[in-house]
């Protein structure tokens, strides 16, 4: 095999898109990018959304998805430009030569199909294996990546097992096919940092057992620093910066870079509490309808006027339901909750006009938290008519004064949500929110689906608007450096329990107990090694016990 696997040249990539109201137009999306992978490394493509990551992995496949066209350059995979050959060849390139590892495997795997009939497929159909030697390669691999029980895993639905387990099992399936490259696509974007860095560490080992190669991409730079031995830094299509991982981390070149370095520099001081807090969450414990067994045990917080409180834990640890229940979607079983010197009732139709309009909630996916046929301006206004009757001159105001504290301005006001960036999505719902003058926000993952820098960008929007308004926030995240960054009190939630409150300070120091402590550890670091520094930390801890 030659020194180079993938070779890239030149790559424009275009597509059709179709404005409201205006004729079809044609545009160019990735603006001749080049590269080289040799066989055995790893690429790390990195970038904010619409950078063009995904669009340029998906190139080395000669695919081009949601109408997207190849419109020039090269793309070279061992020793021919597939651009160039035949669909027969293609098919064989795909799922054999060449595999994809999606970010969502839960939206990728058939959930009416066993594991081990979607891992062996594309091994099977392109007769590198059969069915027999592709279920023993796949037990192999179930095993390298660290699966529970990986003779028998196989025989799982997908719903019968966890979203790193099944992650992990779709990395199974790109790379039983023994397939020369592996495109990785977000693969633990979704996933919580406990889980992200057991998969992380399964990929980089599946990596080095089996001399594939790899494009990794991600909008995580200290992720891709611990998988890739190169970077590329992509924005709006173009290469920004390209370079070895210890040029891009400790010393990179361009502005844009710098800026993703640096990103969560956010410098938050806590304050002390007020005398009385807006929220007392008083031994809540509850559970679903129609279920026998409680997701809430006993729980205990209070958020102080103008201050937030940061409730993190990993996924199934009750954080999200803790909101439900705040908000009065879901019934406690025990406990009350007082909010603004009154107890709530603990069925939402029991609250009054007031109770809904001080007690806001932000979702984490903006796209479906607003109607795409209303424009910006319509959907601000509403809670200005709802709550307060304004109409009119008065209305209109109102909405520019919200657009001007979100940093979008009047000319924003007649878009709709379709013309709008994620971020901007995010602070249109942010200003939704502020428009009712609530006493209290519940921001339920509201950077987790955005770039870092996006993110950093709300996270600065949240502190300066909570100065104004003298607002507080209830910050539901697994993400610890949001919560490093945003936080005056944290409440660490496992299994329903509150396992760890109080000050940022007190809660961020040791001695810690043990699962505080494995969820503060697992937050990626940028810096080269820190992967293999904590699984070593964490057998030598297993072999000490």
Known sequence: MSDTLLKVRDLKIGATIYP?????????????????????KVLG?????????????????????????ITGGEVWVNGRDILKTGQRDVRSLR?????????????????????????????VEQKKFSRKDAEARAR????????????????????????????????????????????????????????????????????????VAALYITHDLAVVAQVSDDIMVLKMGNTVEYGSVDQIINNPQEEYTQAL???????????????????SVRNITARYKGTQFDVLHNVNVDLYPGQTLAVVGESGSGKST???????????????????????????????????RELQMIYQMADVAMNPRQTVGTIIGRPLEFYFGMRGAEKKKRIIELLDEIELGEKFMDRYPAELSGGQKQRVCIARSLAA????????????????LVADGILKLLLDLQKIEDVAYLFITHDLATVRAISDNIAVMYQGK??????????????FDDYTDLLLSSVPEMKLGWLEEVIANRKMESAGN
Do not use: W
């Open 322 to 356: 803790l909101a439900r229940v705040i908000t009065g979607l879901l019934p406690p079983r025990e406990g009350e909750i007082e909010f603004a010197g009154r107890t709530l009732s603990g069925d939402l139709k029991g609250r009054s006009r007031e109770d809904l």
């Open 140 to 211: 192999v691999l179930f095993a390298k990546l660290g699966l529970p029980d990986p003779d028998n895993i196989g025989e799982r639905y997908p719903h019968q097992v966890s979203g790193g387990q099944l992650q992990r099992c779709m990395t199974a399936l790109a790379l039983c096919p023994e397939p020369d490259l592996v495109v990785f696509d977000e693969p633990t974007t979704a996933l919580d940092v406990t889980t992200q860095i057991d998969v992380l560490m399964a990929i980089k080992e599946a990596i080095r057992d089996t001399g």
């Open 437 to 452: 003058k609530p006493k209290m926000i519940i921001c339920d993952e509201v950077t987790s689906a955005l770039d870092p």
């Open 95 to 123: 799922g054999g030569e060449v595999t994809y590892v999606s970010q969502s495997a839960a939206a990728s795997f058939n959930p009416a199909k066993k594991i081990m009939d979607q891992v062996v497929e594309a091994a």
């Open 261 to 279: 370095v640096s990103v969560r520099s956010i410098e938050h001081e806590e304050k002390a509490p007020t005398p009385d807090p807006v929220l």
């Open 45 to 69: 493509l990195i970038g904010e959304s619409g950078a063009g990551k995904s669009t340029i992995g998906l190139a080395s496949m000669a695919y081009g998805r949601g109408g997207v066209q």
């Open 498 to 511: 509150v396992q760890r409150y109080g000050g940022k300070s007190k809660v961020l120091s040791p001695p």
């Open 20 to 40: 409201p109201g205006e004729r079809p137009r044609d545009i160019e999306i990735v603006h001749g990018v080049s590269f080289d992978l040799a066989p055995g």
